[in-house]
């Protein structure tokens, strides 16, 4: 059974960074994309960024594009996401999810299968 666990997550001030990862194991060789999705309290999941099973092809939401870096370090078997600049609006509750197939579909949250137990991630002004 496959299985994803966020860390990296605390409190920072708005312009700081801050580097999430998500430890996956398990049997993955089926999995196409690792996604990173974020909640605040009281609104929807919504998406961020993913990244293909082998690390080729990256999409970030157009709220973080140019701020977050998505990538996979086969050696810790992690995808990571890099957060700099980091504005009060980021702070939310993140989570790491895996997804059998690749493609636009992958903004939804219904793509995914498989979800960490997120991390909490607090900017402050």
């Known amino acids: 059974q496959v299985q994803l666990v966020e860390s990296g997550g605390g409190l920072v001030q708005a312009g700081d960074s801050l580097r999430l990862s998500c430890v996956v194991s398990?049997?993955?060789?089926?999995?196409?994309?690792v996604g990173w999705f974020r909640q605040a309290p009281g609104k929807e999941r919504e998406f961020v960024s993913a990244?293909?099973?082998?690390?080729?092809?990256?999409y970030y939401a157009d709220s973080v594009k140019g701020r977050f870096t998505i990538s996979r370090d086969n050696a810790k078997n992690t995808v990571d996401l890099q957060m700099n600049s980091l504005k009060p609006e980021d702070t939310a509750v993140y989570y790491c999810?895996?997804?059998?197939?690749?493609?636009?579909?992958?903004?939804?949250?219904?793509?995914?299968?498989?979800w960490g137990q997120g991390t909490q991630v607090t900017v402050s002004s």
């Open positions: 398990g049997r993955t060789f089926s999995w196409n994309a």
């Open positions: 990244i293909s099973w082998s690390g080729g092809s990256t």
């Open positions: 999810a895996g997804s059998l197939a690749w493609g636009t579909a992958m903004t939804r949250r219904e793509f995914y299968g498989s």
